[in-house]
């Protein structure tokens, strides 16, 4: 069946370090794929996505592109914040699948120290 | 406009009571999705409703139930609650239920103590 691994964490970086958390998938047929972050005491917010091979998702510094080939969706930063502080889910859409139209990554969590 | 709203945000229960959820969706979104999140499994996905129907449903046992309003309001209920019912209930909606990137915009949960 369809699933999502990623990176376990916790991952802990400095203000302005690169970050990359990685994604790869099995699917069968062309999911569209996702990037959700949840902040502490929230729910899920749509980060960025992608829905075709070498597309490229990006929003608010974050970028993540769809490589087919490697069955992957990595989530990197070029410089981050405190303010990023997050657990962060891969995804990949399911429509009408038994683990519901969406299914998630463990989740990643990232503490950013100043 | 207004976004996934979920009342009530905190709860604590006794094992064997019963619960009820509620969920608002966006305005003009007729899909409503429900999952559960725990530390150990993650995010799972519990049932959908679209257009008052439960179109899918994950593998969750039958004292979990849900059910969707003409408006589009949804509630989820537990029977018989267990300490492992403990969680954050997500519920998030959507325009539809197909295409291909249609977008889920998630509540704030429900955090559910099982004591």
């Known amino acids: 069946g369809n699933s999502v691994t990623q990176m376990e964490g916790p991952v802990t970086l400095s203000e302005e370090a690169f970050l990359t958390i990685n994604c790869t998938y099995t699917?069968?047929?062309?999911?569209?794929l996702f990037w959700y972050v949840q902040y502490p005491g929230e729910g899920l917010q749509l980060l960025l996505k992608?829905?075709?091979?070498?597309d490229k998702g990006s929003n608010k510094g974050f970028e993540a592109t769809y490589r087919k080939e490697t069955t992957s969706f990595h989530l990197e930063k070029g410089s981050v914040q405190v303010s990023d502080s997050a657990v962060y889910f891969c995804?990949?859409?399911?429509?009408?699948?038994?683990?519901?139209?969406?299914?998630f990554g463990k989740g990643t969590k990232l503490s950013v120290k100043p | 406009k207004a976004g996934v709203t979920q009342t009530p945000r905190y709860l604590i229960k006794t094992r064997g009571q019963q619960v009820t959820l509620s969920c608002s969706p966006i305005?003009?979104?007729?899909?409503v999705s429900w999952y559960q999140q725990t530390p150990g499994q993650g995010l799972q996905f519990l049932f959908e409703?679209?257009?008052?129907?439960?179109?899918n449903k994950g593998n969750f046992p039958g004292r979990f139930s849900g059910r969707q309003f003409s408006n589009s309001r949804s509630e989820m209920n537990v029977s018989t609650l267990e300490l492992g019912d403990s969680a954050l209930y997500l519920c998030?909606?959507?325009?539809?239920?197909?295409?291909?990137?249609?977008?889920?915009?998630f509540g704030p949960g429900t955090r559910l103590t099982v004591t």
């Open positions: 998030a909606s959507s325009l539809g239920t197909t295409g291909l990137s249609y977008e889920q915009y």
């Open positions: 992608a829905t075709k091979a070498d």
């Open positions: 305005s003009g979104h007729r899909s």
């Open positions: 699917a069968t047929g062309y999911p569209s």
């Open positions: 409703y679209f257009s008052e129907t439960q179109r």
């Open positions: 995804a990949l859409s399911d429509y009408g699948g038994s683990q519901g139209n969406l299914i």
